[in-house]
């Protein structure tokens, strides 16, 4: 277990528990260990060439521990060591891991074996788990988010305007929400809620990216300086900081008001197209809200 704290990426997910690191205390050793493999998130097993220790009901330490580990939902991973014989109780414990999980298939010999096939099975579940991110940021899954902190309302509000402006083909309702963002790829099969999710329809953006704000300053010259004229910092989801931006850029520019029609509307041509405005203040908000993204994973046994 070493290893696992002395890698640079392994020790920023997982805290590996040994048992022989307990302090002493008031609890037998088969309750102390079963209870650590009963709340850890990752259960590793090594099957050697004897079975070791057995208690009243023939059974070792580790293969309690296996169990409980399994009974309460640990993520599992074995690994077969390379020997020419295994005692009978240890090969029935092999087969009985076989039948229940994949197992690393390279039988290992040496440290080195064991550490790398250790390694790709760390990484993947890590990949499988949405913690490590091959694409864009924003597709990558938030582990701690679900479903439920989403606003359907948001949601509601979004597909009513994608179906006018952009004939969005499906219509909302609460049955509909998963359908809705996976075709949008803002969810995953089984629910993982993908950060751009959050960045559009959290109840509380900032509650999962606190920088996922923008702050609109208004100076006197070209240069960024103090004294500023005006500023003002806005927080929200994408669509509120925009429409807030876009606004306060509009409002501190000249523009020019033509006669009331007969609808009573007024035209109104800034000097700066409303589009382009737009498109400046969606590209800073997008560059804001994904950079620097604290991403707090806990692995704890």
Not at 50 to 71: F, H, K, L, M, N
Not at 85 to 95: G, P
Request: proline share 3%; hydrophobic share 40%; aromatic share 10%.
């Amino acid at each position: 277990m070493v290893y696992i704290r002395q890698d640079a990426l392994f020790s920023r997910y997982f805290e590996p528990f040994l048992f022989e690191e307990l302090p002493a205390q008031d609890v037998t050793a088969q309750k102390a260990y079963l209870d650590a493999a009963a709340r850890t998130d990752i259960y590793l097993v090594l099957i050697g060439q004897r079975y070791g220790y057995e208690d009243t009901q023939g059974i070792s330490p580790t293969e309690r521990e296996y169990d409980t580990a399994t009974v309460n939902g640990a993520y599992r991973l074995a690994f077969i060591k390379d020997v020419p014989d295994r005692e009978t109780n240890e090969e029935l414990f092999k087969h009985k891991i076989e039948q229940d999980i994949t197992r690393n298939p390279v039988l290992y010999s040496s440290f080195d074996d064991l550490r790398n096939n250790v390694f790709a099975a760390l990484i993947h579940y890590l990949t499988v788990k949405g913690l490590l991110v091959n694409g864009p940021i924003d597709a990558a899954i938030h582990h701690l988010a679900s479903l439920s902190d989403l606003d359907k309302e948001k949601i509601r509000w979004f597909v009513g305007m994608a179906r006018e402006k952009r004939r969005f083909p499906i219509q909302y309702s609460d049955e509909n929400i998963h359908t809705i963002l996976s075709s949008l790829h803002l969810i995953t099969d089984n629910d993982g809620v993908t950060n751009s999710a959050l960045l559009l329809f959290a109840k509380d953006v900032q509650k999962w990216f606190p920088q996922a704000t923008i702050k609109c300053a208004q100076f006197y010259g070209t240069l960024m300086e103090k004294p500023i004229l005006s500023q003002q910092l806005y927080d929200g989801n994408v669509f509120e900081v925009v429409d807030r931006a876009v606004d306060f850029v509009l409002s501190r520019i000249d523009a020019h008001v033509g006669e009331r029609t007969q609808t009573a509307q007024v035209d109104v041509n800034y000097e700066l197209p409303i589009q382009a405005v737009t498109e400046a203040v969606v590209n800073a908000v997008l560059c804001k809200c994904l950079h620097k993204r604290q991403f707090i994973v806990c692995s704890k046994q």
